[in-house]
């Protein structure tokens, strides 16, 4: 504890305001088809100017170019050969070029190229939730419990080739009186490898590096309300951490030691809205959020209202009905990634 930089909540505000740390954000419209047609946009990574976009709720990994045109799509579910009843998570390799699929069953990780060529199989021995993948290691978030048993470690260290569980580490949650089924499911990614494997352990808000067999990084001590706890989708930049907690977007400021919590997101100036729903990226230096198309059709009705009760438009509103104006309700999510000034 002594070693880890210990961040402290200095204020809760309404927004994050984009000019304020981040470039001109680039927006991607995702491409809209039977076979691409995302629901809930879970992780997004990119690799060789392509982006891999993870669908938990449709079982789906989607490829894109950088504009957004689909590529390639991956719905392997059945019982038959190389075929699984879900994914838990994936992770793309960009050493080897290839994209590394997490199973919830059967227990195995499936290994592909970019184009989603099947390469090979890993069998693995426990159910595991979440992955990172290194040159030689594959990093994996056990469940928290197993038949009713709370399980004893957080992370196995599995080998690259054999799948071989090498050791595992790390305790798992302290806290004996938490919802442990709440971590099983839909919250978020504890594990992040945007630039090398680290772990958040959500009941005590501590970030762990894998690397250094599961060294204390950071710790959060949390505001004294509930909706502030959590550490999920994050992402660490050069001077920044970015994370989601259980009703904001969290910025740790590391070289001024301090944590703030924006209620409503990243204020996007040029289209004077909001975009809280930021997702796991292996981003380096910034973050990627995603905007559904229900909401920006909501929201443009809004201010269509608003324009013919008053007759009256700033250039915010007017940016955004410019940006929502094809927009329908059958499409596909839209990708902001930010990258710091």
Request: with cysteine.
């Given at each position: 504890m002594s070693k880890a930089?210990?961040?402290k909540y200095a204020d809760v505000r309404e927004y994050l305001v984009d000019t304020i740390l981040f470039r001109e954000p680039q927006?991607?419209?995702?491409e809209t088809s039977i076979e691409s047609?995302?629901?809930?946009?879970s992780k997004v990574l990119v690799a060789d100017n392509e982006i891999f976009v993870f669908d938990n709720e449709?079982?789906?990994i989607c490829k894109f170019d950088m504009y957004g045109k689909i590529q390639k799509v991956l719905h392997n579910i059945g019982k038959g050969p190389r075929e699984y009843r879900g994914i838990a998570d994936f992770a793309v390799d960009t050493?080897?070029?290839?994209?590394?699929?997490?199973c919830e069953f059967p227990y195995k990780i499936y290994i592909y190229d970019y184009d989603f060529n099947f390469v090979k199989e890993i069998r693995t021995q426990i159910l595991y939730l979440e992955l990172a993948v290194t040159e030689d290691r594959i990093y994996c978030r056990r469940a928290p419990f197993n038949d009713g048993q709370v399980n004893a470690f957080h992370v196995d260290v599995l080998d690259r080739s054999s799948g071989r569980i090498e050791k595992s580490i790390l305790p798992v949650f302290t806290d004996k009186n938490i919802d442990y089924s709440k971590f099983t499911i839909g919250i978020g990614n504890l594990l992040t490898n945007n630039r090398r494997p680290m772990i958040a352990v959500p009941d005590r808000n501590y970030i762990y590096s894998l690397y250094e067999e599961g060294e204390l990084e950071y710790t959060v001590n949390k505001l004294g309300f509930d909706d502030m706890t959590g550490i999920y989708n994050w992402t660490e930049a050069d001077d920044y951490i970015f994370y989601?907690?259980?009703?904001?977007?969290?910025?740790?400021y590391k070289e001024e030691k301090k944590l703030y919590a924006y209620k409503y997101g990243v204020f996007n100036s040029a289209l004077n809205t909001t975009t809280n729903r930021m997702v796991t990226s292996n981003h380096e230096n910034g973050?990627?959020?995603?905007?559904y198309a229900d909401h920006a059709i909501k929201l443009r009705e809004k201010i269509n209202e608003y324009v013919e009760g008053n007759g009256k438009i700033n250039d915010g509103n007017r940016n955004f009905l410019n940006f929502s104006a094809a927009i329908q309700e059958e499409d596909n999510p839209i990708l902001f990634f930010y990258l710091m000034k």
């Open positions: 930089k210990n961040f927006i991607i419209y995702l047609l995302l629901k809930t946009v449709t079982r789906k050493i080897n070029k290839e994209v590394l699929v997490l989601k907690n259980d009703h904001a977007l969290a910025v740790i973050l990627v959020c995603v905007m």
